[in-house]
């Protein structure tokens, strides 16, 4: 099959066009789905559907299939997909040490983080991405806000150069780690909840174990706070779990800083914050080998926009 695939391929010419379609393609198998690709690429499914129609023509091959089993990868998109990274990173390579050579910083630098960072008191990313823009204006530089796993696995992969998110210590042996902040998250219900109007004395972990619990997809029946919760929805996105939560039906945790706006407005309760409560610290993860200097930049600028307490 490889041989085949090689044969096909041999007669096409890499221009812009191509390239942006491998792009997509790209983006819909790290994503699980065209469905799920649709915000990180900015499209409609349709205008998905109809990029990876021109692919699949441009290389004479059937990439992946959809149905009632979901996305799924043929062997020979398998293969494409594993070739078009190592070409994305061989372009980056490129486009980096060219910009080295001449003396300023170039290319394209992928860039992933978990949603809900607008309202963090503890780090001021937008400052931090202003201050890379300055530093390296030539950069093109790519955003994706994403779940950890994908973050992760993303890393892992090559389809982010840098990324920031919670619990990397299984990617530590291979990439930098650096601390960059803690952030607080609380337990809360919506107005209308069972337990919206109870005193917090009354919020025993029996009575919360036994309302609908909605969590984040990475933490998946997890005990949290010594609480087993009866994990009843989940969600990757701190969005989503505040949909969940303003439905009236759930109760869930969320960063303090996010849910703090609902709660000023009475739509979002707190609930037992003595007890209820934990924090994830976040990393800035990149290459431990070689990482291009656009990465380390945008690390600096990240660490240096942490709000320190006065």
């Given at each position: 099959m490889?041989?085949?695939?090689?044969?096909?391929?041999?007669?096409?010419?890499?221009g812009d066009a191509e390239l942006r379609l491998l792009r997509v393609f790209a983006s819909v198998v790290q994503h699980g789905g065209f469905s799920a690709a649709q915000s990180a690429l900015g499209m409609t499914q349709a205008t998905i559907s109809t990029h990876m129609r021109h692919l699949e023509e441009r290389l004479s091959l059937r990439l992946c299939s959809r149905g009632r089993g979901g996305f799924l990868l043929t062997d020979e998109g398998r293969l494409v997909y594993d070739a078009a990274l190592e070409l994305f990173g061989s372009l980056e390579k490129f486009q980096s040490r060219i910009g080295e050579a001449q003396g300023e910083l170039t290319g394209n630098l992928s860039f992933g983080t978990v949603d809900a960072m607008i309202t963090n008191r503890d780090l001021d990313l937008q400052g931090a991405l202003a201050a890379f823009h300055r530093a390296a204006p030539r950069v093109h530089l790519e955003i994706d806000v994403a779940a950890p796993q994908v973050l992760h696995q993303g890393l892992l992969n090559g389809s982010y150069q840098i990324v920031l998110m919670p619990s990397v210590g299984s990617v530590t042996p291979h990439f930098r780690a650096q601390p960059v902040f803690s952030e607080v998250q609380k337990l809360y219900c919506a107005e209308g909840h069972a337990l919206f109007a109870l005193p917090d004395a009354e919020l025993t972990d029996d009575r919360l174990s036994a309302q609908p619990f909605a969590g984040r997809t990475y933490m998946l029946n997890e005990t949290i706070c010594g609480v087993n919760f009866t994990w009843a929805a989940a969600t990757p996105?701190?969005?989503?779990?505040?949909?969940?939560?303003?439905?009236?039906?759930?109760?869930?945790?969320?960063?303090d800083h996010y849910a703090d706006e609902w709660v000023r407005t009475g739509r979002l309760r707190v609930l037992a914050p003595e007890r209820m409560v934990f924090e994830d610290m976040f990393h800035i993860a990149y290459p431990r080998n070689k990482p291009s200097r656009a990465a380390e930049t945008l690390a600096q600028t990240i660490t240096e926009s942490v709000r320190r307490p006065h």
């Amino acid at each position: 099959m490889i041989n085949k695939v090689r044969h096909r391929v041999l007669n096409l010419s890499l221009g812009d066009a191509e390239l942006r379609l491998l792009r997509v393609f790209a983006s819909v198998v790290q994503h699980g789905g065209f469905s799920a690709a649709q915000s990180a690429l900015g499209m409609t499914q349709a205008t998905i559907s109809t990029h990876m129609r021109h692919l699949e023509e441009r290389l004479s091959l059937r990439l992946c299939s959809r149905g009632r089993g979901g996305f799924l990868l043929t062997d020979e998109g398998r293969l494409v997909y594993d070739a078009a990274l190592e070409l994305f990173g061989s372009l980056e390579k490129f486009q980096s040490r060219i910009g080295e050579a001449q003396g300023e910083l170039t290319g394209n630098l992928s860039f992933g983080t978990v949603d809900a960072m607008i309202t963090n008191r503890d780090l001021d990313l937008q400052g931090a991405l202003a201050a890379f823009h300055r530093a390296a204006p030539r950069v093109h530089l790519e955003i994706d806000v994403a779940a950890p796993q994908v973050l992760h696995q993303g890393l892992l992969n090559g389809s982010y150069q840098i990324v920031l998110m919670p619990s990397v210590g299984s990617v530590t042996p291979h990439f930098r780690a650096q601390p960059v902040f803690s952030e607080v998250q609380k337990l809360y219900c919506a107005e209308g909840h069972a337990l919206f109007a109870l005193p917090d004395a009354e919020l025993t972990d029996d009575r919360l174990s036994a309302q609908p619990f909605a969590g984040r997809t990475y933490m998946l029946n997890e005990t949290i706070c010594g609480v087993n919760f009866t994990w009843a929805a989940a969600t990757p996105h701190m969005e989503g779990t505040l949909l969940l939560l303003l439905s009236g039906a759930y109760i869930g945790f969320l960063p303090d800083h996010y849910a703090d706006e609902w709660v000023r407005t009475g739509r979002l309760r707190v609930l037992a914050p003595e007890r209820m409560v934990f924090e994830d610290m976040f990393h800035i993860a990149y290459p431990r080998n070689k990482p291009s200097r656009a990465a380390e930049t945008l690390a600096q600028t990240i660490t240096e926009s942490v709000r320190r307490p006065h």
